[in-house]
Nanobody, 125 residues
Framework: VQLQASGGGLVEPGGSLTISCAIS????????VGWFRQAPGKEREFVAT????????FYADSVKGRFSIYRVNSENTLNLQMSALKPGDTALYYC???????????????????WGQGTLVTVSS
């Protein structure tokens, strides 16, 4: 399974940005796709996840109401739409795939099997 994250960039506080995760190879065994982020000097943190089988969504409290994830036209691409961005959202954003069945929302990094290279989002004026 290969993941390609893209769409990062510089955005002003209060602005919006959408980043994408394109998944290829072994997608028939995908059970969950998640977004995580890591800010400079901080640990990686969970952002959001989608159950690839039933479409269920789960968000971190820090982004709930501001971020939204959605699958692009049944393709193997998961977008993360971010609005009302804050400087604290500045981070390297990673997408990850889980290829084994899950019975609850996958919100820790250990629950994922494959990772993309990350795309940088910088929120600054």
């Amino acid at each position: 399974v290969q993941l390609q994250a893209s769409g990062g960039g510089l955005v002003e506080p209060g602005g919006s940005l959408t980043i994408s995760c394109a998944i290829s190879g072994g997608t028939s065994s995908t059970y969950a796709v998640g977004w995580f982020r890591q800010a400079p000097g901080k640990e990686r943190e969970f952002v959001a996840t989608m159950n690839w089988i039933d479409g269920g969504l789960f968000y971190a409290d820090s982004v709930k109401g501001r971020f939204s994830i959605y699958r692009v036209n049944s393709e193997n691409t998961l977008n993360l739409q971010m609005s009302a961005l804050k400087p604290g959202d500045t981070a390297l954003y990673y997408c990850a795939v889980r290829v084994s069945p899950i019975f609850d929302d996958a919100i820790t990094g250990d629950e994922y099997d494959y990772w993309g290279q990350g795309t940088l989002v910088t929120v600054s004026s």
